[in-house]
């Protein structure tokens, strides 16, 4: 009987001491979704590394014209217990409505395009990139990103696909320029910077797509052409593992954050409680081992 006691009481301590020694759980993952504004996610106590998967937005969509589809970056960020990670989610470039407004461009740093007319169905902005910031929230503190893809137009012209390293150039029509990608070094021609898509100026020529979002984000043509798509970057310091994969994002753009959550290492009085326990079921299973002996 005493070693059967015995035997329940050891085994029912070793699990809660390791559980409350920091043994992980399963992991976790949560998914921010394009909202128009930033984000943040607070690492949790105990963890040291989170997984990043970031997709870009699209570009805009005329009608049976694509426009250019988001990248996707990929990565293991190092982080710091309680520190806070910026989170810009991309948003799908919008039509541009009216006699040259320019407008249409994604959240995060999608170009806007311009039209001629009220359809919205003729021409639009680029998608904006989905990124991930630590230590600040400016473009130098990106430590991933995914791009977005270039604005479309109605005229058969489709925006290029978001990056990879770099962007896919847009399609061309009727002796507008090539709106280029964006490259791990410079923005696509005509207009893409850093962090930016090109937009479309007063001198552009309707219809005129905005260029994708990005680390660099890609160009626009000067006339009637769909825009180039960003870059993608997964060499920011404490990013390892990175990996991209150009045109696969369709819509909005989304990042998920993965970790694997870690419980607190008990106090010194959270250990003592665990041993005065320890204490009184031993006395207990010899309490009862000499009750037996004495019948």
């Avoid at 990042?255 to 204490?279: H, K, N, Q």
Wanted: charged letters at 5%; hydrophobic letters at 40%.
């Amino acid at each position: 009987m005493f070693n059967k006691i015995r035997a329940v009481v050891t085994g029912a301590v070793f699990a809660f001491s390791l559980s409350a020694a920091g043994i992980a759980a399963a992991q976790t993952t949560v998914t921010y979704n394009a909202t128009g504004a930033v984000q943040s996610f607070v690492v949790p106590a105990g963890v040291t590394s989170v997984d990043i998967v970031a997709q870009g937005a699209q570009g805009f969509d005329a009608g049976a014209t694509l426009g250019g589809r988001g990248g996707r970056a990929s990565g293991t960020l190092a982080v710091t217990p309680g520190e806070t990670l910026t989170i810009y989610v991309g948003g799908q470039g919008t039509a541009a409505i009216g006699n040259g407004v320019i407008m249409g461009g994604g959240f995060n740093g999608g170009g806007n395009g311009v039209s001629n007319g009220n359809v919205p169905t003729w021409v639009g902005g680029g998608g904006g990139a989905s990124d991930v910031r630590q230590g600040g929230t400016a473009l130098a503190n990106r430590k991933i990103v995914a791009a977005g893809g270039g604005g479309a137009t109605a005229n058969g012209t489709s925006g290029g696909n978001g990056g990879g390293l770099v962007g896919s150039n847009g399609a061309v029509c009727c002796g507008g320029s090539v709106g280029t990608g964006g490259t791990q070094s410079a923005g696509g021609t005509l207009g893409g910077a850093l962090g930016v898509g090109g937009s479309a100026t007063g001198a552009s020529t309707p219809w005129v797509g905005g260029g994708g979002g990005g680390y660099y984000g890609g160009g626009v043509s000067s006339a009637h052409s769909g825009a180039g798509g960003g870059s993608s970057y997964i060499a920011g310091a404490g990013l390892t593992g990175g990996a991209t994969t150009a045109g696969v994002r369709v819509g909005d753009g989304q990042v998920t954050v993965t970790y694997i959550p870690v419980a607190p290492v008990p106090t010194l009085s959270e250990w003592g409680m665990i041993l005065f326990g320890v204490v009184l079921a031993g006395s207990a299973a010899l309490y009862v081992q000499r009750r037996r002996m004495m019948v």
